[in-house]
Nanobody, 124 residues
Framework: QVRLTESGGGLVQVGGSLRLSCTSS????????VAWFRQAPGKDREFIAG????????HTRNSVLGRFIISRDDDKNTVDLQMNDLRPEDTAVYYC?????????????????WGQGTQVTVSS
């Protein structure tokens, strides 16, 4: 397992943008498939986007496709989630998770490492 830390959350108005970052201070993320999830109050945690080890393939949830982009920067040891055109329904706690997998999106049970989450609030 690897200790993950998210950053970049905050309060933003409708239509605004935020960039979330996921990093580890103790280990390189290059050997992990990394994904972003979110959980809104009273709702189940849902997958948002995932990226493979090499950063060559990514998969994004349909409801945010075209607005959210996942990427990784191995020099900075981060996996970022660029969020544009934010909507009130994007309000949630956002988590990054890592899986020791060659897949772009691993089965949920393989995401053994999770961050503490960062709050994103979109005001109308």
């Amino acid at each position: 397992q690897v200790r993950l830390t998210e950053s970049g959350g905050g309060l933003v108005q409708v239509g605004g943008s935020l960039r979330l970052s996921c990093t580890s201070s103790e280990r390189t993320l290059e050997t992990y498939a990394v994904a972003w999830f979110r959980q809104a109050p009273g709702k189940d945690r849902e997958f948002i986007a995932g990226i493979n080890r090499s950063g060559t393939t990514a998969h994004t949830r349909n409801s945010v496709l075209g607005r959210f982009i996942i990427s990784r920067d191995d020099d900075k040891n981060t996996v970022d989630l660029q969020m544009n055109d934010l909507r009130p329904e994007d309000t949630a706690v956002y988590y990054c998770a890592a899986a020791n997998s060659h897949m772009t999106v691993a089965p949920l049970k393989e995401y053994e490492s999770w961050g503490q989450g960062t709050q994103v609030t979109v005001s109308s």
